[in-house]
């Protein structure tokens, strides 16, 4: 391209990966008298449609290479998109032929959507935008000059014969919140040795990261909050996968912000079960309220429904099992606003979506996920490692003169597993592999066993309890005793643990200590 060429009045480079309308936009920009320049697919499929576009190679005078590793990165494609409309700076343009470009629509690469498909290192290396990224920052440098689009959601606007001033910083922004996310979405994946996000196995106290950005992308907005006065959305954690957060409504009504939470909270606790046990559980306000082990899905409801009807109600089930007809019918009269199962048969679905219309049928999806939790703080953020330590993990300790039955054994670890994912501080009365009384979100001990020990009445006799937190007290211990639970499991670490034991040796209880707390805030 000479010096003596002259340049259209508007160029716009088009060269995106998700496609979603653009065929349709670049065709609206050349009846608008825009000229077109584009890359790769995007050429191809703008020629294909017959729209008028020309190869960035023609333009730069040099070819893709590196098997399209390099295509735009020129002087003549980021002068033009660099340059202010000044004199000084059209009249440098000119001198080496280059044009300026007015718009700039580019998108990147789906290097998340890559990951989250089990790609392996090299497939998502090369999914990795080198060229997208340096042109959107450009554009968006310029913003007043140059129209940056990243979302098809935008192309209207820039149809329009006067973008504002505002409007076009507004497009700055998102560009560069499109760019950071992606940055903070390859970080997370090169951060973690099997390749998919920061790992809890792959940092110490003293790795974590001194910079951390997340890389958030909208889902869906949610019709409120926690409230009906508070706004609220979801949105994905880079290349994450969840169950719940990927789970496919079959049936019923939208999630809310509360589904969300609850619903996570209950498979959270369900997925600690072994896959050779149907379990079920029931959780109210983020809490477990009924929870049980069983041979079947049916039973395992029935079991955890049982164990408190009153909280059950307008509550969360989560099964680990496929839901059957049978299961699916047991619901009947129960007023529940999700299930979540792996599966659901078709027939119970039918069911379901007939005679429990707004209730929310969802087949859990696929998690992949980071070890670390954060926790939002004003202005900031808490990071720590998930708590993710299994009952095989521990090495339980019998610290009284009895020693518990193989029964309670089973019941130790089933109550164990309930406390670990119950708000603090909680007590859990269990039986039978089900609960009988949950005290959680208490702020004594004393309180959170005195509520579990009043949900559980005469079944409270033969149960077991367990403690996510040591007692700071024997008065749990003497409680215990009065109703003629057997066994008690806590992690021990108290200053007056002699005490406590010795109240355990006095009333005859069995006590275990696993070495092991679980706060949950």
């Known amino acids: 391209m000479s010096d003596s060429v002259q340049h259209p009045q508007k160029q716009a480079l088009i060269s995106v990966s998700d496609k979603s309308g653009v065929v349709d936009f670049a065709r609206a920009l050349t009846e608008q008298g825009w000229a077109i320049l584009s890359t790769g697919g995007t050429l191809s499929a703008l020629q294909a449609a017959g729209v008028p576009a020309t190869k960035v190679a023609d333009v730069t005078g040099f070819p893709e290479i590196l098997d399209g590793r390099v295509k735009t990165l020129h002087p003549k494609i980021h002068g033009g998109i660099l340059a202010r409309r000044t004199p000084e700076h059209l009249s440098e343009l000119a001198q080496h032929g280059i044009g300026p470009i007015d718009l700039v629509c580019v998108n990147l690469y789906p290097f998340c959507e890559t990951v989250a498909s089990g790609a392996d290192l090299e497939t998502a290396i090369e999914n990795i935008d080198i060229g997208g990224p340096a042109m959107i920052r450009a554009a968006a440098k310029n913003f ?30 998102k560009a560069y919140a499109h760019t950071s996310s992606y940055d903070a ?61 990927d789970a496919e409504v ?42 049980a082990v069983a041979t079947t899905p049916k039973e395992a409801w029935e079991r955890a429904r049982d164990a408190d009807t009153l909280s059950v109600f307008g509550g969360v089930v989560a099964i680990n099992r496929p839901i059957d007809l049978e299961t699916a019918k047991a619901t009947r009269g129960t007023f529940l606003e999700v299930l979540i199962a792996p599966d659901i048969d ?50 339980p300790e019998v ?42 979100g208490a702020v004594s001990r004393i309180w959170a066993a005195e509520r579990a020990v009043q949900n559980a009445g005469e079944m409270a006799r033969g149960a077991v309890m367990a403690s996510e937190a040591f007692f700071p007290f024997d008065d749990v211990v003497r ?30 209880i069995s006590m275990v200590l696993t070495g092991s707390r679980h706060f949950k805030h």
Not at 250 to 276: Q, R
Not at 484 to 495: C, L, R
């Open 144 to 173: 007043e000059s140059v129209l940056i689009l990243v979302d098809p959601a935008d192309y209207p606007l820039a149809l329009q014969a006067e973008v504002s001033q505002t409007d076009r910083r507004h497009l700055a922004a």
């Open 346 to 395: 078709a027939d119970a679905l039918t069911w379901l979506r007939e005679k429990k219309p707004d209730l929310r049928v969802l087949r859990a999806g696929k998690r992949l996920a980071s070890g670390l939790d954060y926790r939002p703080l004003i202005g900031g953020f808490l990071a720590q490692k998930r708590d993710e330590r299994l009952w095989d993990d521990l090495c």
């Open 399 to 440: 610290v009284t003169n009895k020693q518990p039955t193989e029964a309670e054994w089973k019941d130790l670890a089933f109550a164990w597993l309930v406390a670990k994912h119950a708000r603090s501080n909680n007590v859990v009365l269990a039986r039978g592999g089900v609960t009988v009384g949950i005290g959680a």
């Open 250 to 291: 079959l049936s019923g009504k939208a999630m809310s912000f509360n589904n969300y939470a609850d619903t996570d909270a209950a498979w959270a606790l369900v997925s600690e079960f072994a896959d050779s046990s149907a379990a079920c559980v029931a959780v109210k306000h983020a809490n477990p309220c009924g929870v």
């Open 185 to 245: 979405a390859i970080t997370a994946y090169l951060s973690e040795p099997s390749g998919d996000s920061l790992s809890s196995d792959s940092i110490s106290g003293e790795d974590f990261p001194k910079e951390v950005s997340l890389p958030l992308t909208q889902i869906a907005d949610l019709r409120y909050g926690e409230n009906p006065h508070q706004q609220a959305t979801v949105y994905r954690l880079g290349a994450q996968t969840g169950p719940v957060l």
């Open 479 to 508: 409680l215990a005793g009065s109703v003629g639970v057997s066994a008690i499991i806590q992690p021990g670490g108290a200053k007056r643990d002699p005490e406590v034991i010795a109240a355990a040796n006095e009333l005859g």
